[in-house]
């Protein structure tokens, strides 16, 4: 498994309110996280920090248990695991806000993975986002917890008009804004070949799936790769922060001589 992962204030922020971490417990066993603070440049930093480096212990104590016991049905215990980890993430946030009233209303994004072999376990809450690049197309795993999308659900605005909207930035879900969260899980089954895209909405809401993935499937190596996505958003406009963890899952075999 090959990884990179970068986080750049962008052109327009004071601040970078952006989280990421990841975490290596076997050649082909890793965690994967991108949080994006809100609630003023104190509030959003600190609610990212504390977010990442709660689901990030988590994760981190859980994950060895699942590795042990060959006999667990992981399909049934990893959207537990990752659903635990935001739980405490969000009580984490949720209690620092309590205690400190200049922090009222602070919250933030999540969204992670656990790669286990040919399998990915994803969850997210809120607007940042984790794609699947293929060898033919860029795939939204994740689905924004928005207004926009709450509007395309409900069939009164099409994706596009919802990518050029401007109320995308309104999320309907965060971390740490109540004691409680309902985030969303997902497999996917991975193949050679494949990329996976964990970032923020600074890259999302400045580049295409097209720009994605001409950049990905490009020349360089994935470090090369996720600069190169960064510095295109900027290019675009740079007008939020950008955080951007790109993932080989699977690296492709190379055929025998």
């Known amino acids: 498994m090959k990884f990179a992962a970068k986080t750049d204030m962008g052109l327009v922020r004071s601040s970078n309110q952006d989280e990421f971490a990841t975490m290596e417990f076997t050649p082909d066993t890793a965690f994967f996280l991108v949080c994006d603070g809100m609630g003023g440049a104190n509030g959003g930093e600190e609610a990212s920090r504390i977010a990442c480096d709660s689901a990030s212990r988590s994760i981190k104590e859980d994950i060895p248990l699942v590795l042990d016991d060959p006999t667990l049905d992981r399909m049934k215990y990893m959207p537990k695991i990752l659903s635990y980890a935001v739980q405490s993430a969000n009580l984490a946030v949720y209690d620092r806000a309590f205690e400190d009233r200049t922090l009222k209303g602070m919250g933030t994004t999540l969204v992670g993975a656990v790669v286990l072999g040919d399998t990915m376990y994803v969850v997210n809450v809120g607007d940042s986002r984790l794609y699947l690049i293929t060898e033919a197309e860029v795939i939204q795993v994740t689905r924004d917890h928005s207004y926009v ?71 360089g190596t994935i470090e090369e790769k996720t600069d190169a996505l960064i510095e295109r958003a900027k290019e675009l406009g740079g007008h939020d922060n950008i955080t951007v963890v790109l993932v080989q899952p699977i690296a492709p075999v190379k055929d025998e001589e």
């Open 149 to 219: 999308q709450y509007l395309v659900d409900m069939g009164v605005i099409t994706e596009n008009q919802a990518e050029n909207s401007p109320r995308k930035n309104i999320i309907t879900r965060a971390i740490g804004t109540d004691d409680t969260v309902d985030p969303d899980t997902f497999n996917v089954t991975l193949s050679d070949g494949q990329y996976v895209l964990l970032c923020s909405d600074g890259l999302s809401k400045e580049l295409d799936k097209s720009e994605i993935f001409r950049i990905v499937h490009g020349e």
